[in-house]
Nanobody, 125 residues
Framework: QVQLVEFGGELVQAGGSLRLSCAAS????????MGWFRQAPGKEREFVAG???????YYSDSVKGRFTISRDNGKKMVYLRMNNLKPEDTAVYYC???????????????????WGQGTQVTVSS
């Protein structure tokens, strides 16, 4: 069983920066692909960024160049650095673990077996 806890979400002005963190416990973290997803009110959950077990990184077009995903296997942590935030980035951000030992981070929510409870990011204009 894998538990994920996100933190770091808060209210920030447009153009600002935040770093989200996700702490994992249980399982073999170093073998998992990890993903960040977000869900805004009235919208479907969407892929933001992913990192494979061998540190390959993947981003949605909407955040490419502004967000950076990274991981620390020793600490069982995954991070999402968000720069130049925009009001349209406002959402609940979720961390997720894909435990199937894939060599890529897949942008499909259904392949991720474990999810955190989410952390709210609000970007004011």
């Amino acid at each position: 069983q894998v538990q994920l806890v996100e933190f770091g979400g808060e209210l920030v002005q447009a153009g600002g920066s935040l770093r989200l963190s996700c702490a994992a416990s249980g399982g073999t973290f170093s073998t998992y692909a990890m993903g960040w997803f977000r869900q805004a009110p009235g919208k479907e959950r969407e892929f933001v960024a992913g990192i494979s077990f061998n540190d390959g990184t993947y981003y949605s077009d909407s955040v490419k160049g502004r967000f950076t995903i990274s991981r620390d296997n020793g600490k069982k942590m995954v991070y999402l650095r968000m720069n130049n935030l925009k009001p349209e980035d406002t959402a609940v951000y979720y961390c997720a673990a894909d435990t199937k030992f894939r060599i890529v981070a897949v942008p499909t929510p259904g392949v991720y077996a474990y999810w955190g409870q989410g952390t709210q990011v609000t970007v004011s204009s």
